[in-house]
């Protein structure tokens, strides 16, 4: 059986070699490199908002669900950054995407009232089903796939829009503070990980977990003209 310290050093390998992972995703491809359309970057960004606007919330459900009162101190912070960006001295990261979505011509009234994909509502239902019904822990370490990854993928996506399609560094900021964030909720979630999953079925459950939140997250970036 792997330790808990062996289970969350392969598990890092396993996903970044795993295909569906935001960073190969075309549609962040296309951005890096000029070639997507404003019209896909507002679809795109209108399928993705609808989980951002969830955020705080599933945030505040992981705290309370949390037993572990040094970790929840921990997921406290994550909450405070979700909602009001203490540690990144930027803002609520739900405004920042709004401030984004302003820049590219989108309307709050368009993110609030938009037609969920499938892929969209499938991720939404998924992310409050597990809160429901798997170990907080287990909830937890299943970031090092889902924020883990973000990081990378936003540092992209935002380099991208700076440099192709006339974006102001304050309307990319969405971006930049989650490249910075993410890696630190990522480092929360190996944490727990260690701390917790020392037998090898709670160890299969988050893998089992990981990679289907993985596969989620990618599919809602494969809005037309990049299914994959």
Known sequence: MATSAEFVA???????????????HPFLK???????????????????????????????????ACTDPEIAQKLWGVVEEETRGLDTGSAGHNELAIRFAHAIGLTREQLENAELRPSTAAHLYYVELIIHTL???????????????????????????????????????????????????????????????????????TRKHTFRRMELLYDIWSIDGFEQ
């Open 135 to 205: 170990p907080w822990f287990v909830v937890m370490a299943i970031q090092i796939g889902a924020e883990g990854t973000f990081g990378p993928a936003a540092a992209a996506i935002g380099n991208g829009l700076l440099k192709y399609y006339n974006m102001k560094p304050d309307d990319a900021r969405f971006f930049t503070v989650h490249a910075e964030a993410d890696e630190d909720h990522s480092s929360l979630a190996e944490e727990i990980a260690i701390r917790y999953l020392h037998s090898p079925h709670l160890q299969e459950q």
């Open 30 to 64: 296309a951005v890096c490199n000029g070639t997507a359309t404003m019209d896909q970057i507002r679809a795109w960004a209108i399928q993705d908002y609808q989980f951002r606007a969830a955020v705080p919330r599933i945030c505040m459900l992981r705290y309370l």
């Open 10 to 24: 392969q598990i890092k390998k396993d996903i970044q070699a795993f295909p569906k992972i935001r960073i190969k």
